[in-house]
């Protein structure tokens, strides 16, 4: 029955208070009392309680070390104020005691306050600060990868682990409802539940789960790679892929998976949204196939064994396939952001002459990629390499043929 009382307390405590909002013993024996505990609905058997939930919760003693192991802080809780009034207690007892010592219990008791102090300004310290609550939910309300079913329930399911005083403004609690516009979060990509129903439960999320587990195990894995067709449903190409999976990477909206092929020496991606059937790979004996090492690739070594996802998606521009090289860019001074987007900070500036307002910068991608970045942006750069400039030539040539009078 100790035991209940105990869990009772706790859970209402944990209930009506967090750092930020104390309660008093008083305004936590009437929140018992609208639970309807009869058995806490007394005040000197929830003092009790409170004090052995104290003892059994938090640390022996305060120091500043284990600051962070109370799970409930109090007024006096750094002075040890719980050690305080048991003290006095004792005392007391000790005093009523025949042929106890009063001189040397007067002694103690003046070193003590003259009354045993109260236990108030209780705040149970909750698992996740608010700001650690609000970036769990940012980040699931922000997902292209959850359903809204899922959205719901997770964060439903966060918020009921903090205090009533936490607020969101993705989700009403009273209601149980997200409060955004779902069809504004989700990427391009997302998958409907009839859309999943209809490609036989395919699910991104899922998937990029099932992936990073092969790739923290260090297994290689199959899959069968799609492509949509005029009725928009999912056609899987013959060839089944096997891969050497490294990363996950996320490049404007679309989850990405680096690896490679084995018998390879170089990396490939492809497009996770794009993948099914996949599975880790087994040998003969049933065993899991153990990638291939990434140090062990070429592109890898001639980076000293270091590799960067970020340079690789700049490198990789509109996640192309052909090898990268220098090209040299005119940009006007004003423009950088437009780099920033797609090339990060894998850019470098000449410091060579340039027309007044312009700047020269030379940048590591795709040479066939670059040549639709640059008609993209035509009224912005000026692409400087003699061997693309001939590229979109030929590329502003078939424009003309197509579009022209």
Avoid at 103 to 127: C, F, G, M, N, Q
Avoid at 316 to 338: F, N, S
């Amino acid at each position: 029955m100790a035991g209940s009382k105990a869990v009772q307390v706790l859970e209402v405590l944990k209930k009506i208070s967090d750092e930020s909002h104390a309660v008093t013993q008083a305004e936590l024996l009437e929140a018992m009392r609208e639970t309807g505990d009869a058995a806490t609905d007394i005040p000197a058997v929830l003092s009790h309680t409170v004090d052995e939930i104290l003892r059994q919760i938090n640390p022996v003693e305060y120091t500043k070390e284990n600051e962070a192991q109370y799970r409930i802080k109090y007024r006096g809780y750094r002075e040890n104020l719980l050690d305080v009034k048991e003290e006095i207690k004792e005392l007391k007892k000790e005093a009523r005691r025949k042929g106890a010592d009063r001189r040397k219990i007067e002694e103690r008791r003046s070193v003590l306050p003259a009354k045993a102090p109260s236990i108030t300004d209780l705040r149970y310290i909750h698992d996740f600060t608010d700001e650690e609550m609000d970036q769990m939910i940012r980040i699931i309300s922000f997902s292209d990868c959850i359903s809204a079913e899922e959205k719901t329930n997770l964060i439903g399911k966060i918020t009921d682990t903090a205090s009533i005083h936490y607020e969101t403004p993705f989700y009403d609690r009273k209601k149980r409802k997200l409060k955004f516009n779902l069809r504004g979060i989700f990427a391009r990509t997302y998958r409907t539940p009839e859309r999943e129903a209809k490609e036989k439960g395919a699910d991104s999320g899922r998937q990029v789960s099932f992936i990073q587990k092969a790739i923290n195990d260090g297994v290689r894995i199959g899959f069968r790679f799609n492509d949509y067709d005029a009725d928009k449903n999912l056609v899987p190409r013959k060839l089944e892929y096997e891969l050497n999976p490294y990363h996950i990477v996320v490049y404007h909206d679309m989850y990405y998976l680096i690896g490679n092929r084995p018998g390879m020496e170089n990396l490939s991606h492809y497009r996770i949204d794009l993948m099914s059937e996949i599975r880790v790979l087994t040998d003969d004996m049933g065993e899991h196939v153990k990638r291939t090492p990434m140090a062990k690739l070429e592109g890898v070594r001639e980076m000293g064994g270091t590799w960067n996802p970020v340079k690789y998606m700049s490198e990789h521009l509109y996640m192309g396939y052909d090898k990268p090289k220098h090209i040299r860019i005119k940009i006007p001074k004003d423009q950088y952001t437009v780099l920033h987007d797609w090339f990060g900070d894998h850019y470098r500036k000449l410091r060579v002459p340039c027309e007044e307002g312009f700047d020269y910068v030379d940048i590591v991608t795709s040479p066939a990629m670059i040549v639709h970045w640059a008609m993209q942006y035509a009224g912005i750069v000026e692409i400087m390499d003699e061997e693309i400039r001939e590229k979109i030539r030929g590329e502003i040539g078939r424009l003309q043929e197509k579009y022209g009078e």
